[in-house]
């Protein structure tokens, strides 16, 4: 059970690069999300999805694209890399009960991401 | 939307001493606040959580209490070891949506000096 796996864990883009960090658990979790985290702002939300086919908008999306096409996976798209997107990310998961104590996040353990 | 303050940014305590880091919350509709600790160099990790249907939870060596009131809860952890030292989060939500509706705190940076 290896968790939640996120690859590369450095990246050094220029701007208007683009490139894929990939996330996937072994979990079968309906719950997955992405964060950045940025010194001083906490851990902001990208972007969610509760299950396969289904993705939404959370706090900062702008630049962003993400797919579920499976359970286990969801890739987070930069499409042209700006200086502003340098950031750790973050890939999370977990149950989705509404409610139900079994709602942990478990966190990859990062991508360090620097745009020059 | 919900709206979470932490502090300190930074706290360093001698090992073996207490510390405290405290939040608190704008939505008083909120009640489920878990704390999560970073490890250098590693995602977060939940270490405790608590529901407002109680003021205080143990876990060993680290407690959480809330005063719903005040709308404001705090994470002590007593007799620090050098493994505390890590960014520990606190965060907010309904318990009744999903984790899409989690706000967190700005981070807290603990050294435990020995």
């Known amino acids: 059970n290896a968790g939640v796996t996120q690859t590369p864990k450095f990246q050094v883009l220029k701007t208007g690069q683009s490139m894929t960090l990939q996330c996937a658990q072994d979990?079968?979790?309906?719950?997955m999300s992405w964060y950045r985290q940025d010194p001083g702002m906490g851990l902001r939300l990208i972007h969610y999805?509760?299950?396969?086919?289904?993705?939404d908008q959370g706090e900062v999306p702008n630049g962003y694209n993400v797919s579920r096409s499976t359970t286990e996976d969801f890739p987070l798209r930069l499409l042209s890399a700006a200086p502003s997107q340098t950031s750790v990310y973050f890939c999370?998961?977990?149950?989705?009960?509404?409610?139900?104590?079994?709602?942990?996040?478990?966190f990859g353990s990062g991508t360090q991401l620097s745009v020059l | 939307g919900e709206n979470v303050e932490q502090h300190p940014s930074t706290l360093s305590v001698q090992e073996g001493d207490s510390a405290v880091i405290k939040c608190t919350y704008s939505d008083s509709a909120s009640n489920y606040f878990p704390w999560y600790k970073q490890e250098l160099g590693k995602g977060p990790q939940l270490i405790i959580d608590i529901r407002s249907n109680v003021g205080e939870k143990k876990d060993q060596r680290i407690a959480v209490t809330l005063n719903k009131t005040a709308k404001h809860f705090s994470l002590h952890i007593t007799e620090t070891q050098p493994e505390d030292s890590a960014v520990y989060f606190c965060a907010a939500r309904l318990s009744n949506f999903g984790n899409e509706k989690l706000t967190f705190g700005t981070g807290t940076r603990l050294t435990i000096i020995p």
């Open positions: 999370a998961s977990s149950y989705r009960s509404l409610g139900g104590a079994d709602e942990k996040l478990f």
């Open positions: 979990m079968n979790h309906e719950y």
């Open positions: 999805s509760v299950g396969a086919g289904i993705t």
